[in-house]
């Protein structure tokens, strides 16, 4: 029992003491006045009778009352009665209230010094019999006995009073013994009748007591964890926030999320996810001081109140120790479960004077923290706001795009150096905004892939380039992006094929462009994924080749049919013999070794091109020749075959005069 159930229990047991106490009570009085009032009248009828008797026996009765002596008869009578049945004693008063004669076990004496007895004369005036009942106190006296004083009548007069001492000790007990049992009875019967219910309706109260405690409870916590949820949170935020301009001090608002929670939940199912968090609540209580909050916001979202603390160091240190803390291996069904966490941190007031914006702030933090690639710790910043605002249009723009193909395609031409020929294009995605404007890939790709939406947009792109590249003439080629998550799920070879058979494209007319992050973790799923695709006949291109980590291990360890040389080199490329023209010239050099074919992308300018015409490159890509443009903005010329040399430019003329691709109509391309 508890501490709590204690004035329930008093008070159950004061009601019960008090109905008991009435009952006691009122049981007591009833058999009182009852035993009181038949011993009345049992003490009335003897001594009437004993009057009767005493009349119909003593014929000088009005002359004994007269205060003549009795006649030898009557004395003999008295003398008789003296010791007969329960009347242990009787006086005779004269018609005035004066006594005349007292017998009693003793002797029968006629009384000499006559006494006036008050009662005696109101019996005989009032012609009634006076009954009083008397605790026997002087010797010989019983226990209790009853003092009747009853007129004698002769005919229809008054000629004596008789007072008769009828000893009803005996007849008294038996009236209390029968009433007790029958009031114990009476006693035990309403005790049960009433104790049932009384104890029926005491747990019920108990019950519902506890129920209402436990109501309470979950509105205030959350159900899984017992910590405090949303609602209980606010309401302690709000007390400690109101006291904070009066006391000082700065109190910190950790935002805990758990990385990739689905992922637990998908693999060890949703018991596990339960234990996981029902464990971080464990560490989180454990490590916070009772003035202190913790609470769980739904879902994977935990948060700790750091009260009292001095400064912003103080809050990151402990941040730092409930990741550490919490990141430590857990085991469920013997099964490690081990994962990373995002913290978003707001301090009040300064980032907060209300729970809600000091939340907001504090959630904002974190989702900062998970753009940043998560398992890490963020302070909020008020720049903050206007970049989560973005984001969140941003994961809007690409849910709806994704879900009504609000996405495009740009085409930009890549010429072969040595025949100077178009040799085909390469399909870039952008995705169309609220505006109208065109979002670049970089903007909205990492977070396609942190959605996981990569599979979805990858496979439209493949079908959506294989199908407008079917349309172009047949030696033209089409290269598509891969990104590394596409490889995950692996399905890529099936959605390329797909994408091959739906549109009707010979695969040798498709490219798919990788780049080095695919490789790094060097997985064989991988690389089995890329021998099917090469097998289907399509090429596979190093994009982006130069940049990262360009460890050579993978040239050797996949064929790659082409390598692409970053943009980055031609951005850094002055025409001045710089190690620039070095590394790229060796590029090219290991590249022919290697059997591959060589493309520079970001070729801008004619000295660009110059000087890869004399470095041997097999093909170019690049503003100078073409932006990428929508597949409509192709021109037929183009696509006929007609005109479509490149032609290198005359060393006298500017480089960047005229730019235009030939038949790349509305495409910022050179002429040359
Ligand atoms: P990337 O594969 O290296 O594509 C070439 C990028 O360089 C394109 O940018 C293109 O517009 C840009 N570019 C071409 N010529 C020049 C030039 O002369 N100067 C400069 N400064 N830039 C030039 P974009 O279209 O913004 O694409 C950026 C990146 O987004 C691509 O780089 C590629 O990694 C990725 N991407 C584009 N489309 C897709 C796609 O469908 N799937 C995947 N996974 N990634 C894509
Ligand atoms: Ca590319
Ligand atoms: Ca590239």
């Known amino acids: 029992m508890t501490i ?37 009248q049992s003490a009335t009828d003897r001594a009437q009778n004993w009057a009767n008797f005493l009349a119909e026996n003593v014929r000088d009765l009005e002359q004994i009352a007269a205060g003549e002596k009795p006649s030898a008869a009557s004395l003999a009578f008295f003398d008789s009665t003296r010791k007969a049945g329960e009347v242990f004693r009787y006086i005779i008063f004269n018609g005035y209230g004066y006594s005349v004669l007292l017998s009693d076990h003793e002797k029968v004496t006629p009384v000499e010094l006559s006494d006036f007895n008050p009662d005696a004369a109101r019996s005989i005036t009032e012609n009634r019999p006076i009954v009083d009942a008397k605790d026997g ?11 009747a004083f009853v007129p004698v009548m002769v005919g229809e007069r008054a000629v004596a009073i008789v007072a008769a001492y009828v000893d009803q000790t005996g007849e008294r007990n038996r009236f209390y ?24 309706w005491y747990w019920r109260t ?44 700065i109190i910190a608002l950790h935002f ?38 913790v609470a769980r916001l739904g879902g994977d979202e935990f948060i700790v109140v750091q009260t009292q603390i001095t400064g912003k160091e103080q809050a990151e240190a402990f941040a730092q120790r409930i ?130 939406l990569m599979d979805k947009l990858g496979a439209w792109v493949l079908r959506e380039a294989c199908r407008t590249a079917a349309t172009w003439p047949e030696n033209l080629t089409v290269a598509v992006n891969l990104s590394a998550t596409q490889f995950e799920s692996g399905k890529i070879t099936e959605t390329v094929a797909e994408a091959l058979r739906t549109s009707g494209l010979p695969a040798n007319r498709l490219e798919l462009e990788i780049t080095e992050t695919l490789l790094l973790n060097n997985n064989e799923r991988t690389m089995a994924q890329l021998k099917e695709l090469k097998a289907t006949g399509s090429a596979i291109v190093m994009d982006d080749f130069g940049t990262g980590y360009s460890s050579l291990r993978y040239l050797w360890k996949f064929p790659f049919d082409k390598l692409k040389i970053d943009r980055s080199f031609m951005q850094g490329f002055d025409n001045s013999g710089s190690d620039v023209e070095t590394v790229v010239k060796t590029i090219i050099a290991l590249g022919r070794q290697l059997h591959m074919r060589v493309t520079i992308e970001g070729v801008e300018t004619a000295t660009q091109l110059n000087f890869l015409a004399g470095a041997d490159a097999d093909q170019v890509q690049g503003f100078f020749f073409g932006r990428p443009v929508p597949a409509s903005e ?23 005069s005229r730019n235009v691709v030939p038949g790349l109509r509305g495409a910022a391309g050179t002429s040359l």
């Open 137 to 147: 106190r002087a010797r010989g006296e019983p226990n209790y006995f009853s003092e």
């Open 323 to 452: 990741s550490t803390i919490l990141s430590a291996p857990m085991y469920y069904k013997e099964q490690e479960i081990c994962t990373s966490f995002t913290i978003g941190v707001a301090l009040g007031l300064a980032d907060g004077i209300t729970p809600e914006r000091l939340l907001k702030s504090a959630d904002l933090a974190l989702y900062s923290g998970k753009a940043a690639g998560r398992n890490c710790i963020r302070f909020f910043a008020p720049e903050m706001d206007e970049a989560v605002q973005a984001r969140i249009a941003l994961e809007k723009a690409i849910r709806a795009a994704i879900a009504d193909d609000g996405f495009i395609l740009h085409y930009q031409p890549i010429f072969e150096l040595g025949s100077k020929k178009l040799i085909g294009f390469e399909a870039l995605v952008r995705l169309l905004g609220d505006d109208g404007t065109l979002i670049p890939p970089d903007h909205f790709i990492p977070m396609i892939e942190e959605l996981r």
């Open 177 to 200: 013994r029968t009433f007790l049992v029958a009031a114990a009875t009476l006693c035990l019967l309403t005790g049960l009748s009433f104790g049932f219910p009384a104890i029926a």
């Open 256 to 293: 805990i999320d758990i990385d990739h929670f689905k992922e637990v939940n998908d693999t060890l199912g949703h018991d596990g996810g339960d234990f996981l968090l029902s464990s971080i609540g464990q560490r989180l209580n454990a490590m916070t001081r009772i003035e202190d909050m």
């Open 206 to 249: 108990k019950e519902k007591q506890q129920a209402d405690r436990r109501i309470r409870f979950l509105a205030h916590h959350d159900v899984l964890t017992g910590l405090a949820n949303r609602a209980r949170l606010i309401e302690r935020l709000e007390s400690a926030l109101a006291v904070l301009p009066s006391t000082g001090g």
């Open 634 to 656: 192709i021109s037929a010329n183009i696509l006929s075959g007609f005109n479509r040399t490149l032609r290198l430019p005359q060393p006298a003329k500017s480089p960047r």
């Open 4 to 40: 709590r159930n204690i004035p329930t229990l008093w008070r159950f047991l004061g009601m019960l003491g008090l109905i008991l106490g009435l009952l006691l009570g009122g049981t007591w009085l009833t058999v009182k006045t009852t035993s009181d009032y038949l011993l009345y």
